[in-house]
């Protein structure tokens, strides 16, 4: 079997710019840039790249960046303050504080702290309630790309077996609810799973969100499933993800390689909720079927 490798980056490229034209068309008729803020506390190598990629995409999309870089030492209180700056501020329409934060600070203080309404990484527990009861909010961008990714690959979702493995709350839990709205038979698998190679093997569909490198093998896969592979792990030999690349891609349909596959995606739709965001705060209408 030769596995189409899924290129996350290609349909990434295409989504930023299909959200760059709408940006432009509300900026035509709002007189101001859909609006971005980006917090950063501490300089996390890591994180500072994902930042500094974030503030490209945004004015690559006709977007205003508010970048706020704080020392590692910031305590809580100043962290809250500035939070409740950006809510109050009219030209921001998205607020993302980049995680982890940390240790002295409570992450969930922070979330809840954000105005749901500009909450475009879909963290606060009012948009995860949102998702859950099938009302309109910000879905987490990262299973919201994965998402994307799915159903160019496959189309109608309905029916199939979906495996995700993980269940964090900013892509496990999201993913699966995602997964059940799509009526896929979801599985979640976690690090308390008994017999995970037998889980993943039922599976027409197999997310992997885990943080261990290579973890999924490739026999473990059913043949002709379809697999995306969420993790983000810096090896030895580099980037590398939570799917053993080289063992699966002879027994899958389709998977997402890394790098090049949900990360590019998970920025993609960092910018569709912002200008969603902004849409709804003005009461200006938009495409969604072109931000899909
Ligand atoms: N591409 C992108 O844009 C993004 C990539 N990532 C990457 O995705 C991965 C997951 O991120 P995140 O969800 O935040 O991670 P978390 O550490 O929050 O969650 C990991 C999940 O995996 C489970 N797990 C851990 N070890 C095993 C195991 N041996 N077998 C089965 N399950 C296991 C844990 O189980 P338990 O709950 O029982 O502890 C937990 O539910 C990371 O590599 C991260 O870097 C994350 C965000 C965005
Ligand atoms: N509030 C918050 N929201 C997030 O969405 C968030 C976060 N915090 N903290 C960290 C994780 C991780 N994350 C990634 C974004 C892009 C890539 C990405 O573009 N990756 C490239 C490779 C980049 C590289 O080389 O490191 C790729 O996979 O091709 C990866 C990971 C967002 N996260």
Not at 1 to 27: N, P, S, Y
Not at 148 to 156: I, S, V
Not at 191 to 219: C, N, Q, W
Request: proline residues 5%.
């Amino acid at each position: 079997m030769t596995a189409d490798i899924i290129d996350g980056k290609a349909f990434a490229l295409g989504l930023r710019e299909r959200v760059g034209k709408q940006a432009a068309a509300f900026t035509a008729r709002t007189g101001r840039q859909p609006g971005l803020a980006v917090v950063l506390v501490g300089d996390d190598p890591a994180s500072s790249v994902y930042v500094r990629s974030k503030g490209k995409a945004t004015a690559a999309a006709g977007m205003q960046g508010f970048e706020h870089r704080l020392p590692a030492a910031t305590s809580q209180a100043d962290l809250i303050a500035l939070v409740d700056t950006l809510n109050a501020d009219p030209a921001v329409d998205g607020i993302l504080v980049q995680l982890p934060l940390p240790g002295h600070i409570d992450e969930r203080a922070i979330i809840t702290r954000i105005d749901p309404d500009k909450d475009v990484d879909g963290f606060h527990p009012v948009n995860a309630g949102r998702l859950a009861t099938g009302l309109d909010g910000f879905v987490p961008c990262t299973p919201l790309g994965c998402l994307m990714l799915l159903r160019h690959q496959l189309g109608d979702l309905s029916g199939k077996e979906a495996v995700v493995v993980g269940r964090s709350n900013i892509v496990g839990k999201p993913m699966a609810a995602l997964l059940v709205k799509e009526s896929c038979t979801v599985t979640v698998a976690h690090s308390r799973t008994h017999d995970l190679a037998g889980v993943i093997h039922r599976a027409d569909i197999v997310v992997a969100a885990v943080g261990v490198p290579r973890l999924v093998k490739g026999e473990w896969i059913k043949p002709g499933a379809v697999v995306i592979d969420v993790g983000i792990n810096r090896t030895e030999d580099g980037l590398v993800g939570d799917v053993d690349f080289d063992g699966a891609v002879s027994h899958t349909a389709a998977i997402t390689p890394v790098p090049g596959g949900v990360g590019p995606m998970t920025i993609a739709c960092l910018m569709r909720n912002t200008l969603v965001s902004a849409c709804r705060r003005e009461g200006v209408a938009y495409d969604a079927n072109a931000l899909g």
